[in-house]
């Protein structure tokens, strides 16, 4: 097996830049179809964010405002972050819970192909995924709610949550690599929604309990929540900076444990 990882290790190496880069892009494509054929992904990764918009940005307190932010515009910015979590952990954790499972995954490894094109298609697929959600949200409101933003606020808004996909898409690989392909569901809604409720994205932060909104500092929810809210002038707590790089650390600490995980199988495979 040793040898065989040696020859495959020289034909990745030998490749030209190009060839790689078609290589992940068309890795990039065929996992967005797969995840575009999963009903059950699809669904409700895309439209759970966009009932609780509808129902409690746009029925329930469309006239209300939150820290001087019209509703339906703050809550853009909470249930896009609640959406961008969602995609990003069911896309990456599930998916690679379940090709581990299956043993889909070794079969990847075994090919020729790229080592980490697996991964980066899955991180781009939930990056698409994530923007679908926002873009959505954004639809909704400008149609139903009233939502009135400049080019430029929108686009940062819409740049900023998609980039926020990233830190989670890193947590759903290192759930992936120690989820099975039936508990994996599970232990993201363990993870998923409480940090939603405890993050201020259902409920303003500034109505949280005492306790909760200590909680919520430490929870990168909450962070890239801010940074949207920024965005749209509503949002508090500490520079933006602080934001980012909050993001930045749980991203290399996640990447730090889904390589653990890589590792623990790939001496599986060819130990």
Same mark, same amino acid.
């Given at each position: 097996?040793?040898?065989?990882?040696?020859?495959?290790?020289?034909?990745?190496?030998?490749?030209?830049?190009?060839?790689?880069?078609?290589?992940?892009?068309?890795?990039?494509?065929?996992?967005?179809?797969?995840?575009?054929?999963?009903? %059950?992904?699809? /669904?409700? &990764?895309?439209?759970?964010?966009?009932?609780?918009? +509808? =129902?409690?940005?746009? @029925? $329930?307190?469309?006239?209300?405002?939150?820290?001087?932010?019209?509703?339906?515009?703050?809550?853009?910015?909470?249930?896009?972050?609640?959406?961008?979590?969602?995609?990003?952990?069911?896309?990456?954790?599930?998916?690679?819970?379940?090709?581990?499972?299956?043993?889909?995954?070794?079969?990847?490894?075994?090919?020729?192909?790229?080592?980490?094109?697996?991964? %980066?298609?899955? /991180?781009? &697929?939930?990056?698409?995924?994530?923007?679908?959600? +926002? =873009?959505?949200?954004? @639809? $909704?409101?400008?149609?139903?709610?009233?939502?009135?933003?400049?080019?430029?606020?929108?686009?940062?808004?819409?740049?900023?949550?998609?980039?926020?996909?990233?830190?989670?898409?890193?947590?759903?690989?290192?759930?992936?690599?120690?989820?099975?392909?039936?508990?994996?569901?599970?232990?993201?809604?363990?993870?998923?929604?409480?940090?939603?409720?405890?993050?201020?994205?259902?409920?303003?932060?500034?109505?949280?309990?005492?306790?909760?909104?200590?909680?919520?500092?430490?929870?990168?929810?909450?962070?890239?929540?801010?940074?949207?809210?920024?965005?749209?002038?509503?949002?508090?707590?500490?520079?933006?900076?602080?934001?980012?790089?909050?993001?930045?650390?749980?991203?290399?600490?996640?990447?730090?444990?889904?390589?653990?995980?890589?590792?623990?199988?790939?001496?599986?495979?060819?130990?």
């Amino acid at each position: 097996m040793s040898t065989a990882a040696a020859v495959l290790t020289n034909t990745q190496s030998e490749r030209s830049p190009s060839s790689n880069l078609t290589i992940y892009l068309k890795e990039a494509k065929y996992e967005f179809l797969k995840s575009l054929r999963l009903r %059950v992904y699809t /669904v409700s &990764v895309i439209s759970f964010p966009l009932m609780f918009y +509808v =129902l409690f940005g746009l @029925v $329930l307190n469309a006239k209300e405002s939150i820290s001087g932010t019209q509703v339906p515009t703050y809550m853009i910015a909470t249930f896009g972050t609640f959406g961008v979590m969602g995609a990003s952990l069911f896309g990456t954790a599930s998916g690679l819970a379940s090709d581990r499972g299956l043993g889909w995954l070794q079969v990847k490894r075994a090919s020729p192909m790229p080592p980490f094109a697996y991964f %980066v298609a899955k /991180v781009l &697929v939930s990056m698409g995924f994530s923007a679908i959600v +926002v =873009l959505l949200l954004m @639809v $909704l409101g400008i149609s139903f709610g009233g939502v009135r933003m400049p080019i430029t606020e929108t686009v940062k808004l819409v740049a900023t949550l998609v980039a926020g996909s990233i830190p989670f898409s890193a947590m759903g690989l290192a759930l992936g690599y120690f989820t099975g392909p039936n508990s994996a569901p599970a232990a993201i809604n363990l993870i998923y929604l409480p940090m939603s409720a405890c993050s201020g994205l259902w409920m303003p932060y500034m109505f949280l309990p005492k306790f909760m909104q200590q909680i919520a500092l430490a929870l990168p929810p909450f962070h890239l929540s801010q940074l949207a809210l920024g965005t749209v002038g509503a949002g508090f707590q500490q520079s933006t900076a602080t934001h980012w790089e909050v993001l930045l650390a749980f991203t290399l600490i996640c990447l730090g444990i889904a390589r653990i995980g890589f590792q623990r199988d790939k001496g599986k495979l060819y130990g």
